[in-house]
C-alpha cells in the first residue's frame, strides 16, 4: 500500500484566515481525495483531485471555499479559505488502491483548530 | 443520495467478550463494501467484500457480506484493549471511485 504523508499534521488558525494542507505519496497515483471529519461525525467526501484536470467536488463544497491543486502524481494541496470556527475538523487526504478497487489509503489527518 | 447506516453507534465491552458490528447501505450501482479502523485520525483499511456470502478473515476480525438485504457485519472475537476504535463501514457506488462513509461505531474493550 502507498505511504502517504500531510502536512501540517495539526495547526491553530485564527477566523478569516487560509491554511494549506499539503498531502505528499511515496508512489504515482490516479485520484487523490479531500475528506473532512467535523467532531463526532464520520468521513465526508469534499472533493477528488486528478492530475491535470479540475477538482471535482461534492455537494456543498465549493472551489473558493476549498481550492484544490493537483501539480503531479504524487502531491496536492487542500487550502481552507476564510476559514471560520465551523471549519474546525481533522482533514485527511486518501489515495485509491491502484485505481481497480475501492480502497483507498490514508494520509495521518491534519486537525485543524479555527477560533 | 447514497446511505450508509451503521450500528450501534457505540459499545464498550469486556476483554474477551465476542462483537457485531453492523453496516446496512441503500445505494444506486453498487460496487464494494468496506471496512475500516480509525484509533487517532487515520482510518485503517480491514476489509473490502464484493460478493456475498464470502467471509473475508484476518485474525480475530471477520466480515461478510450480504448483497440481497443489503448489510455486512464485522465480527471481532476475542476482543483486546488494543481493539478500542471507531470502526467504519463504506460503500463504493456510482460511476466513479466514490465511497460513501457511515457514521461508525465506536468501540471501547475494557479490562
Known amino acids: 500500500s502507498a505511504v502517504i504523508s500531510q502536512k501540517p499534521s495539526r495547526d491553530i488558525c485564527q477566523r478569516g484566515t487560509s491554511l494549506t494542507i499539503q498531502c505528499q505519496v511515496d508512489?504515482?497515483?490516479?485520484?487523490m481525495f479531500w475528506y473532512r471529519q467535523q467532531p463526532g461525525q464520520s468521513l465526508t467526501l469534499i472533493a477528488t483531485a486528478n492530475q491535470g484536470s479540475e477538482a471535482t467536488y461534492e455537494s456543498g463544497f465549493v472551489i473558493d471555499k476549498f481550492p484544490i491543486s493537483r501539480p503531479n502524481l504524487t502531491f496536492s494541496t487542500l487550502t481552507v479559505s476564510n476559514m471560520s470556527p465551523e471549519d474546525s475538523s481533522i482533514y485527511l487526504c486518501?489515495?485509491?488502491?491502484?485505481?481497480?478497487?475501492?480502497?483507498?489509503?490514508f494520509g495521518p489527518g491534519t486537525r485543524l483548530t479555527v477560533l | 443520495e447514497d446511505k450508509v447506516v451503521q450500528s450501534p453507534l457505540s459499545l464498550v465491552v469486556h476483554e474477551g467478550d465476542t462483537v457485531t458490528l453492523n453496516c446496512s447501505y441503500e445505494?444506486?450501482?453498487?460496487?464494494?463494501l468496506l471496512w475500516y479502523k480509525q484509533e487517532k485520525k487515520a482510518p485503517t483499511f480491514l476489509f473490502m467484500l464484493?460478493?456475498?456470502?464470502i467471509e473475508k478473515k484476518s485474525g480475530r476480525l471477520s466480515s461478510i457480506l450480504d448483497k440481497k438485504e443489503l448489510f455486512s457485519i464485522l465480527n471481532i472475537t476475542a476482543t483486546q484493549t488494543g481493539d478500542s476504535a471507531i470502526y467504519l463501514c463504506?460503500?463504493?457506488?456510482?460511476?466513479?471511485?466514490?465511497?460513501?462513509f457511515g457514521t461508525g461505531t465506536k468501540l471501547q474493550v475494557i479490562p
Open positions: 486518501s489515495v485509491e488502491d491502484g485505481g481497480t478497487t475501492d480502497t483507498q489509503y
Open positions: 445505494v444506486t450501482n453498487f460496487r464494494s
Open positions: 463504506a460503500v463504493g457506488a456510482g460511476g466513479y471511485q466514490k465511497v460513501t
Open positions: 508512489s504515482q497515483v490516479t485520484m
Open positions: 464484493t460478493s456475498s456470502g
